[in-house]
């Protein structure tokens, strides 16, 4: 279990992220798309897209289920391994935060399979998908703090904004209170 001391809130890019695992906010396709998903892929290079498309031949031809999460090479990434995660498109009439939640608990258990003792997350879902970022914040906290891992031992989020970062420090500070 990560207790609340391990998790650090950072803004910048996850791209530049030293950690053993960095997490993607993917779509099903896995073959790429805007925001986090493109700045990896650009970044990382083409043997990410290369496992990206292996997996999609072996296990995904549907496409990876929203909620789900898988790893493949980090590429060119300072990190060593990138987790992908699908996140659920914000709905005004539907609950969707359960499968935002299992974005962050499989992505963690992936990654604790490997054996990664660091892991990074951007803000899943709050920049395509449209996801308020006070109700993401709370969500991947409050799960992060529940998932029992083994080999994880710090969780960082990256935040691309001033502003996301000041809401995600103040639900930390908030959970923190608690
Ligand atoms: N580092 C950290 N955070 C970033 C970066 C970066 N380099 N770039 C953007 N953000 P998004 P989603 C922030 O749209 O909402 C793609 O097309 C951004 O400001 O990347 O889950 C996929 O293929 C926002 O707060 O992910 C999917 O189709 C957060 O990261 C779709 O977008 C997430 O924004 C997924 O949408």
Same mark, same amino acid.
């Given at each position: ?6 998790i650090?809130?950072?803004?910048g &890019?996850?791209? =530049?992220?030293?950690t #053993? ?7 099903s396709?896995?073959?790429g798309?805007?925001?986090v998903d493109?700045?990896?892929?650009? @970044?990382g290079?083409?043997?990410i897209?290369? &496992?990206? +498309?292996a997996?999609?031949?072996? @296990? ?11 790893a493949?090479?980090?590429? +060119?990434?300072p990190?060593k ?7 659920p498109?914000w709905? @005004?009439d539907? #609950? +969707?935060? &359960? ?6 608990? *499989?992505s963690?258990?992936?990654? &604790?399979?490997?054996?990664?003792k660091?892991?990074?997350f951007?803000?899943i879902?709050?920049?395509i998908f +449209?996801w308020?970022?006070k ?9 992060v703090?529940?998932t029992?891992?083994s080999s994880?031992?710090?969780?960082r989020?990256?935040?691309? #904004?001033?502003a996301?970062? =000041?809401?995600? *420090?103040d639900a930390?500070? =908030?959970?923190?209170r608690?």
């Amino acid at each position: 279990m990560v207790s609340a001391r391990n998790i650090q809130l950072v803004q910048g &890019d996850i791209t =530049e992220q030293e950690t #053993d695992v960095v997490v993607n906010a993917a779509n099903s396709s896995l073959l790429g798309g805007g925001g986090v998903d493109g700045a990896i892929h650009r @970044k990382g290079g083409p043997e990410i897209l290369a &496992d990206c +498309r292996a997996l999609r031949a072996s @296990k995904y031809g549907r496409g990876l289920p929203t909620g789900q999460a898988v790893a493949t090479t980090a590429g +060119r990434l300072p990190a060593k391994w990138v987790v992908h995660t699908v996140g659920p498109v914000w709905s @005004k009439d539907e #609950d +969707r935060s &359960d499968l935002l939640a299992a974005c962050h608990s *499989n992505s963690l258990q992936v990654a &604790d399979s490997l054996g990664a003792k660091t892991i990074a997350f951007p803000a899943i879902s709050t920049g395509i998908f +449209r996801w308020p970022v006070k109700s993401a914040a709370e969500i991947a906290l409050t799960t992060v703090l529940a998932t029992e891992t083994s080999s994880i031992t710090a969780v960082r989020f990256v935040l691309f #904004d001033a502003a996301a970062f =000041e809401v995600f *420090n103040d639900a930390l500070t =908030e959970l923190l209170r608690e």
